[in-house]
């Protein structure tokens, strides 16, 4: 009965994976690593499991990422604390982010969405590089980051995360879990943070992090009938966000809206109900169908100092799925239908730029995929998808991917695939509003925001070697990706630094990075990596790099495990370090002398380090550092003295704005 119910959870609620090895989740419970590579997948997918998530704080989706090297984490402006992901030197919007498949941080939600999943939530990410399967969608380009979310059926009564910090944030995470019959189960996901207090470190008058609180609730339910083939799941999730940023003496209700002091506040609404239903054909386990569904609600008032911006979005998404095989079990295929409906209510009023920018996106698409497995020591997935937009028209999207094995414990992978989307250009670009700069949307004859569609190549290859080193397991991998924009929404910050240009342009990007991993001794692991990164975009002024990211970065990162003593005790430290190399940084050559930056940062190093104590299965506490050698950025909030000035900017944000961090926390559970 278990194997059963296992074959049906991998069948139908990886749906990416669709049965054919594409961007599938496999839970290999008897392997320790905490990330997990395969040589057998045909996409180059490496799966983040909750062990590798307890490495650190990990209070969100947007904070997990900090010790995987594929992933670089960034601080999106100065103010408001907001971390921001990359993937082969591409921002969050070029990745397609889904929560157990469906579509979740996009258009409204790009800014802030990473933030609204909590941690302690998640039981694996997988992180795709490169193009994805096209039964996932038209808009991945660089890659995709799914979470996969506790289920039901194999959560534990109760479980309690309190969790507690320096910069005076405050968390707490509670799980309940109910047994309902031998068909359902049901848990529900209880999170609250808030930060209580102003702090100004670097004495620029300016909060380094914002007050706010954040209420998040879900409830899911899991039907499983094993017998029969069935397996279903019911979301309903609601989300209070409210955050406040700004200069130390800002009262909200005091000073909005005047140029008493520079002020924002950022709130957030959000409702969400999925439904999946999937069924495997009893007689026909290679066959199986799925379908998708998800509503989602999501509201947003904001101001920053005079700029207003308010945004509400509705979509819904729909997706059917039919799996099977042809002749054998080395043919096979997915092929199915999706629609997704937008409806957004978008209101801006900045320098240049005041109204109203509603609009309705829709799209029906469908696609077939196919997979050939020999069985040995080759794969192959070829995809074609066919979608009707009401405003890119009709297009097609074609990907592929292969792997080969070429001896033992070894790898080598390529792919290609085309990618198109709408640029949600204010939506994506928030940081930009907390500053004086003047926006400007050169075209006019596109359908978005008068712009046209953002179209891309994404083309990579990876190679991955395992081997013994003095009977020591290792791997290396080295990964090579570029991604050609046909059609690029470029955000121009270098005409001037009062301005924010928007128009369409083409533009390049090349990613290399070099992995290793080696098991030093018993239970001492170590993972190193380095990244190069060659970016560039063709301006209004010339072809020059993308600004504030680094050409030359590396990675490493030592966990050490002690043995698993009487009643589970144990001791777990981790420690990671990051290395960046100086960035490009945008013009302010026209600035006052004390607002000017140099062309370039300069390159700087990052030290984080959690240990853990376990004092038995059910109990455990952890404590760490974040910026051990207290690295700030200096003149990160530029015209400080003079936020309401010409020269005001948080966007231009490099390095932490917060120096050293501390905190402590504690997990319970009731097995």
């Known amino acids: 009965m278990y194997k059963y119910t296992a074959l049906i959870v991998v ?36 799966t983040m499991t909750s062990k590798e998530l307890l490495k650190a704080a990990c209070c969100n989706l947007a904070e997990s990422f900090e010790t995987n090297p594929s992933i670089d984490v960034n601080f999106s402006d100065a103010l408001t604390g907001t971390k921001q992901i990359r993937m082969l030197g591409l921002t969050s919007p070029y990745l397609m982010i889904t929560e157990e498949n469906i579509p979740s941080v996009r258009g409204a939600s790009q800014a802030y969405g990473l933030s609204f999943t909590p941690g302690t939530w998640v039981e694996s990410i997988q992180i795709t590089k490169g193009a994805g399967s096209v039964v996932n969608g038209y808009e991945s380009i660089s890659g995709q980051i799914n979470t996969e979310l506790i289920k039901p059926a194999c959560d534990i009564p109760f479980f309690l995360n309190m969790y507690g910090s320096t910069d005076s944030r405050f968390e707490v995470n509670t799980h309940f879990n109910k047994k309902i019959s031998d068909k359902w189960s049901s848990s529900l996901f209880v999170h609250g943070n808030t930060r209580i207090q102003k702090m100004d470190n670097n004495d620029d008058g300016f909060m380094d992090n914002p007050l706010a609180k954040q209420i998040n609730v879900l409830n899911r339910w899991q039907y499983i009938n094993a017998e029969k083939g069935w397996l279903g799941f019911i979301n309903f999730r609601y989300l209070n966000d409210q955050k406040q940023t700004g200069e130390l003496d800002f009262n909200a209700n005091r000073d909005k809206g005047t140029t008493n002091f520079w002020g924002s506040e950022i709130n957030t609404e959000r409702l969400d109900v999925s439904t999946k239903l999937g069924y495997v054909f009893p007689n026909m386990p290679y066959q199986s169908i799925g379908f998708q569904n998800a509503f989602t609600s999501h509201k947003q008032d904001s101001y920053f100092g005079l700029n207003d911006y308010g945004i509400a979005q509705k979509s819904f998404y729909s997706n059917f799925i039919f799996n099977s095989i042809i002749s054998n079990s080395k043919n096979k295929f997915s092929t199915g239908l999706n629609f997704a409906y937008d409806d957004y209510n978008e209101n801006l009023v900045v320098p240049l730029i005041s109204g109203n920018f509603d609009r309705i996106d829709t799209s029906l698409g469908a696609f077939m995929e196919y997979t050939f497995d020999n069985l040995d020591d080759f794969s192959l997935v070829a995809g074609f998808r066919v979608d009707n937009h009401n405003r890119l028209g009709v297009f097609a999207t074609p990907r592929i991917h292969a792997r080969y094995n070429p001896w033992n414990k070894a790898v080598l992978r390529a792919s290609a695939g085309l ?25 006019t004859k596109g359908r978005i925001y008068g712009l046209d569609a953002e179209i891309a190549w994404n083309y990579g290859l990876s190679f991955m070697q395992g081997f013994s080193i003095f009977n020591r397991t290792a791997d290396v991998t080295f990964d090579f990706y570029r991604t050609d924009f046909q059609n690029q929404a470029i955000v121009d910050l270098y005409a001037s630094p009062q301005q924010a240009l928007f128009y369409n342009g083409t533009s390049f990007a090349n990613s290399m990075q070099i992995e290793f991993n080696v098991e030093l001794m018993d239970h001492l692991n170590a993972r190193t990596a380095y990244k190069y990164y060659d970016i560039q975009t063709e301006y209004l002024s010339g072809t020059a790099e993308r600004p504030l990211q680094a050409r030359h970065r590396f990675f490493a990162n030592l966990a050490y495990e002690t043995h698993i003593g009487q009643k589970g005790r144990q001791w777990k430290f981790d420690f990671t370090y990051n290395w960046l190399g100086k960035q490009q940084l945008p013009n302010t050559a026209s600035n006052s002398i004390a607002d000017r930056l140099p062309e370039y940062s300069p390159s700087f190093s990052l030290l984080n380090t959690q240990i853990t104590r376990t004092f038995s299965s059910t109990f455990e506490m952890y404590a760490g550092a974040e910026n051990l050698g207290n690295y700030t950025q200096e003149n990160a909030v530029l015209g400080n003295e003079n936020p309401f000035g010409t020269t005001f900017d948080t966007s231009i944000v490099y390095a932490p704005v917060f120096g050293q961090m501390f905190y402590a926390g504690l997990r319970f559970k009731i097995k």
């Open 11 to 46: 069948l139908f609620f990886s749906f990416a994976a669709k049965a054919q090895d594409t961007l599938q989740t496999i839970q290999v419970k008897t392997d320790s690593q905490s990330t997990k590579k395969s040589y057998r997948k045909v996409a180059n997918t490496a």
């Open 419 to 443: 990618g198109k989307r709408s640029a949600n250009i204010f939506a994506e670009n928030q940081h930009l509003f907390a500053s004086s700069r003047v926006f400007d949307i050169l075209n």
